[in-house]
């Protein structure tokens, strides 16, 4: 019953926020503005997250198949195909719902328990379509630029990591990340992103814009929104690699 | 003139608001009165449709205001300004931002236009020199009056204050109260404030109403309350020593007959 009536509710709250906006001008300098907030923002944790991870699955692979009948490019394609199905857009995806979908959470809920909210609705601003859209827009815009850099940063930090350690050599490593490569890999993760992106923006703005209280409730609801986020992301990920690649 | 009819209110299940009749009259500052947790702040947000009531009619002048749809509804509220208890400035835009803000919205003024007309609401409040200050960075008694200098910004017929003056000094909440009533008289407003505040009673309160637990209980302008029996007014109005004092001073200059 919970369930279903917030998945109502989520539907009513989208519903409202797709529709006509009141004066483009205005919700085009917002969307810059989250474009700032939300994706500029999250270029360094992504950044370091990546190189770290990319060293650490390189390093793993490599002490995994030490034994001489697996050829040494395995590393570099095991590096590649890991980052390019699911770090760079899954467990981005997890990353970025703890960063912008506290945030959002937070950022909404706090105007809407100081009335903030309010003040937009009395003055015949449409407030979930002036506060939200802006956000979607701007986070599925620029998740994809996330998710690209760090498969490039997560190769990369594979490389030095194998390299220093002296697992590889760069000549293996090279020829392991080209080596039945997979272009379509590429977009697979795009369209998750995008579509991860969505999810986080939508239902951060809704336990934001759906708070009642005071600070401690703000906290909730931020909580709530990683939580729930997080939850629908491995979810839609099941889904879409059945879509998507089966 | 507001004119509001049988309304009713709950909140799952919970009845807030029951059975509220009353006129709120134009060019006067009409105060809605009664305990925390009375019903003040639900009848306002009611009668400014921030809340959907479950029964009843609230009528603008003419117009059924409840029974709009969505985009008349939209479009009212542009005649309406309203002030939070909280000031309910956007915290991530300046002073003037935050007075240019409706105008941003809905005129087709250039930024000049805006910035003047923001600059004229400021300096009717007195808040000179803060235009790029942040609402955090000015004092609780400068967030109200910004608060009002944007409600007023674009020229609203219709005026709504939820407890202007909680948290604020004594000095300063009347400063706040009598720029409620001089903008109300100014522009012929009809203004509606919700207090709990018996300074504002005696300063400002042309029309009286009294809340108590949902109903309304008492109606009058500020001069009758002296003379009212009720009881559970008396207990509100009277709760402290200071107003029983000026009751018994003035029950003494007035011997009865
Ligand atoms: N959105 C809401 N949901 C549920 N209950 C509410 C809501 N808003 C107000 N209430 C309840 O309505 C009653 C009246 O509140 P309110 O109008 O804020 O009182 P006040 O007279 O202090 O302004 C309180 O008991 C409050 O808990
Ligand atoms: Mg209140």
């Known amino acids: 019953m919970g369930l279903f009536y917030h998945i109502g509710k989520y539907f009513l709250l989208l519903f409202r926020v797709f529709s006509k906006p009141e004066k483009l001008k205005i919700y085009y300098r917002e969307t810059i503005k989250e474009i700032d907030k939300l994706g500029l923002n999250s270029i360094g944790i992504v950044a370091i997250i990546s190189v770290f991870m990319g060293a650490v699955i390189t390093i793993q692979t ?171 992301i491995l979810l839609f990920n099941v889904i879409l690699t059945q879509l998507l690649l089966s | 003139m507001i004119e509001v009819k049988n309304i009713y209110k709950s909140f799952s299940g919970v009845s807030v608001l029951k059975d509220i009749n009353t006129v709120f009259e134009q060019g006067k500052t009409n105060l809605i009165i009664g305990q925390s947790g009375s019903g003040k702040t639900v009848l306002l947000k009611s009668i400014v449709g921030l809340h959907e009531v479950d029964r009843g009619k609230i009528c603008f002048g003419d117009t059924i205001f409840n029974e709009l749809n969505f985009k008349d509804k939209k479009q009212m509220r542009t005649q309406m300004g309203m002030l939070f208890q909280g000031g309910a400035l956007f915290d991530s835009a300046t002073v003037e931002e935050n007075v240019m803000f409706p105008l941003d919205m809905f005129t087709e003024m250039s930024q000049d236009e805006k910035r003047d007309r923001a600059n004229e609401c400021l300096k009717r409040v007195n808040i000179i020199n803060a235009n790029n200050l942040y609402p955090a960075e000015i004092s609780g008694g400068m967030q109200k009056r910004v608060a009002i200098a944007r409600a007023i910004a674009l020229n609203p017929k219709y005026l709504f204050c939820d407890e202007p003056n909680s948290g604020l000094d004594p000095k300063t909440a009347i400063l706040i109260d ?61 709760a402290s020593k200071l107003s029983q004092k000026i009751r018994d001073l003035k029950n003494s200059n007035q011997p009865s007959s």
């Open chain 2, 178 to 238: 009598n720029l409620i009533q001089e903008i109300t008289q100014e522009f012929n407003m009809t203004t509606i404030v919700n207090t709990h505040d018996m300074n504002s009673v005696m300063e400002i309160g042309d029309k009286v109403m009294f809340i108590y637990k949902g109903e309304k209980w008492w109606e009058g302008t500020n001069n009758d309350i002296f003379d009212s029996t009720n009881k559970e007014l008396n207990d509100f109005i009277f």
């Open chain 1, 62 to 232: 490599a002490y995994n198949t030490e034994n001489p009948i697996y050829p040494k490019y395995l590393i570099g394609l095991t590096a590649r195909d890991t980052l390019l199905l699911e770090f760079s857009s899954t467990i981005v995806a997890l990353i970025l719902a703890g960063k912008i979908g506290s945030n959002i959470a937070s950022e909404i809920g706090t105007m809407r328990v100081t009335e903030q909210i309010d003040a937009l609705e009395i003055m015949g601003v449409n407030s979930a379509s002036y506060l939200v859209l802006p956000k979607i827009i701007a986070s599925v815009f620029f998740a994809p630029f996330l998710t690209l850099m760090s498969m490039f940063i997560g190769i990369f930090g594979g490389w030095i990591a194998g390299v220093s350690t002296g697992v590889m050599t760069t000549q293996d490593y090279v020829y392991g990340i080209q080596y039945a490569f997979i272009p379509y890999y590429i977009v697979y993760a795009l369209i998750k992103i995008i579509i991860f992106a969505f999810l986080i923006t939508t239902i951060s703005s809704y336990h934001g814009y759906y708070s009642y209280g005071g600070s401690l409730e703000v906290g909730k609801s931020s909580t709530k929104a990683v939580v729930h986020s997080s939850i629908f």
